[in-house]
Nanobody
Framework: QVQLVESGGGLVQAGGSLRLSCLAS????????MGWFRQAPGKQRELVAR???????NYLDSVKGRFTISRDNAKSTVYLQMNSLEPDDSAVYYC????????WGQGTQVTVSS
């Protein structure tokens, strides 16, 4: 079964950037839409960015123009480039299939200080 391992989080000042990576232990066939999700304390997990099988992307309104999702199927890796980070972006970030999820990984913590 595919396992997902997220990395790249950390503590950054507002306005800074981070690049998250998600490595799948098995193949993330290009037929699957993949997504980055986040969950802040006391809030529900939300889909932040999605990349479809054809390479098209969709973003949460609040991150449009700041975040970019990409994928490298040959490396079974999905990336999230986050620029102009804001304190409200602070959360644990997870990757998963955008539709029917696989077992969730441990996530990676992103903390943005003001």
């Amino acid at each position: 079964q595919v396992q997902l391992v997220e990395s790249g989080g950390g503590l950054v000042q507002a306005g800074g950037s981070l690049r998250l990576s998600c490595l799948a232990s098995g193949s993330i066939s290009k037929i699957y839409a993949m997504g980055w999700f986040r969950q802040a304390p006391g809030k529900q997990r939300e889909l932040v960015a999605r990349i479809n099988f054809d390479g098209t992307t969709n973003y949460l309104d609040s991150v449009k123009g700041r975040f970019t999702i990409s994928r490298d199927n040959a490396k079974s890796t999905v990336y999230l480039q986050m620029n102009s980070l804001e304190p409200d972006d602070s959360a644990v970030y997870y990757c998963n299939r955008a539709t029917i999820p696989l077992p969730w990984g441990q996530g990676t913590q992103v903390t943005v200080s003001s």
